[in-house]
C-alpha cells in the first residue's frame, strides 16, 4: 500500500506565505510525476503545478511567478511553496504522484487534502 500524507496548510493573511509538503510512503518502487492540485468551492479540481522525475516543472498561469514546486526524490517528498497569496487562493489543495509500486506497475495517487484560507 501507497499513501500520500499532507501537511502545511492553514490559515494567511492576503500577501503572504504558506509551504505544503506531501510524503509518500509504503510499497514504492519509484516515483514519476508529482503535483499539486486545488478545489475550491464550487469548482473543478484544477492543477496548480506539477513536477517531473527530472525536475521539469509547469505551472498554471494563475500561480506562476508566485508558487514553485520542487521535491526530494530520497524523501519521497514534493513542495509547494506558496508566496503572494491572494483570497483567490483559498482552496483544498491536493498532493499526487505517479507511483511505480514494488510490483512494477503505476499507479495515480492522492493526498486527503489540505485546506488553505487565504482572509483578505
Do not use: H
Amino acid at each position: 500500500q501507497v499513501q500520500l500524507v499532507e501537511s502545511g496548510g492553514g490559515l494567511v493573511q492576503a500577501g503572504g506565505s504558506l509551504r505544503l509538503s506531501c510524503a509518500a510512503s509504503g510499497s514504492i518502487f519509484s516515483i514519476n510525476a508529482m503535483g499539486w492540485y486545488r478545489q475550491a468551492p464550487g469548482k473543478q479540481r484544477e492543477l496548480v503545478a506539477a513536477i517531473t522525475s527530472g525536475g521539469s516543472t509547469n505551472y498554471a498561469d494563475s500561480v506562476k511567478g508566485r508558487f514553485t514546486i520542487s521535491r526530494d526524490n530520497a524523501k519521497n517528498t514534493v513542495y509547494l511553496q506558496m508566496n503572494s497569496l491572494k483570497p483567490e487562493d483559498t482552496a483544498v489543495y491536493y498532493c499526487n504522484a505517479w507511483i511505480v509500486v514494488v510490483t512494477r506497475y503505476e499507479y495515480d495517487y492522492w493526498g486527503q487534502g489540505t485546506q488553505v484560507t487565504v482572509s483578505s
